[in-house]
T-cell receptor, first 115, second 111 residues
Framework: DAGVIQSPRHEVTEMGQEVTLRCKPISGHNSLFWYRQTMMRGLELLIYFNNNVPIDDSGMPEDRFSAKMPNASFSTLKIQPSEPRDSAVYFC?????????????FGPGTRLTVL | DQQVKQNSPSLSVQEGRISILNCDYTNSMFDYFLWYKKYPAEGPTFLISISSIKDKNEDGRFTVFLNKSAKHLSLHIVPSQPGDSAVYFCAASSGTYKYIFGTGTRLKVLA
């Protein structure tokens, strides 16, 4: 099993540019999560999808952030326009279901730097 | 407003000794707790979990203790090995998908 796949692994962009992060969850998993990791706040849940439907986007910081899941094997997180304070590591994770006892498997992350 | 707190950003331990990582939480609705381990340039990986109906769960060298009255959990690693050097995240859930993570503790095991 390839695990959760994320691309790109690193992204450097300038303030005001659009950034798109991509994720392929583990096949058969119906729950997908986007997290952001910062030193000050640790890992924060941005948005949760179940069966490709956004269920909880309460963690999305503001309207500049959007996420889609057009099918069971692909999701994107878009930031437009990007700002320096968006610099962080963004993780995608997937799990078999929404139960807490179903382990969330994380991808390797995308390190985003906004200059 | 951090509902899950890891107050020690870092910890150094000699190889073979015990490592104790601590975590405090504020929400009494949390009933499931987890520890994740993260190596540099990799995503977090699940390590061990505990339900609120237990006060201890053990898996090999790793044991998690839960003190509900103190809203405190700890991860014990015995004996510590250099390969255990990583960042450890504590997380809590009220039974659903929503994991609330702490800010992490960086463990360094010295050979």
């Amino acid at each position: 099993d390839a695990g959760v796949i994320q691309s790109p692994r690193h992204e450097v962009t300038e303030m005001g540019q659009e950034v798109t992060l991509r994720c392929k969850p583990i096949s058969g998993h119906n729950s997908l999560f986007w997290y952001r990791q910062t030193m000050m706040r640790g890992l924060e849940l941005l948005i949760y999808f179940n069966n490709n439907v956004p269920i909880d986007d309460s963690g999305m910081p503001e309207d500049r952030f959007s996420a889609k899941m057009p099918n069971a094997s692909f999701s994107t997180l878009k930031i437009q326009p990007s700002e320096p304070r968006d610099s962080a590591v963004y993780f995608c994770a997937s799990s078999l279901s929404q139960l807490a006892t179903n382990e969330q498997f994380f991808g390797p992350g995308t390190r985003l730097t906004v200059l | 407003d951090q509902q899950v707190k890891q107050n020690s950003p870092s910890l150094s331990v000699q190889e073979g000794r015990i490592s104790i990582l601590n975590c405090d939480y504020t929400n009494s609705m949390f009933d499931y707790f987890l520890w994740y381990k993260k190596y540099p340039a990799e995503g977090p990986t699940f390590l061990i979990s505990i339900s609120s109906i237990k006060d201890k769960n053990e898996d090999g060298r790793f044991t998690v203790f839960l003190n509900k009255s103190a809203k405190h959990l700890s991860l014990h690693i015995v004996p510590s090995q250099p390969g255990d050097s990583a960042v450890y995240f504590c997380a809590a859930s009220s039974g659903t998908y929503k994991y609330i993570f702490g800010t992490g503790t960086r463990l360094k095991v010295l050979a």
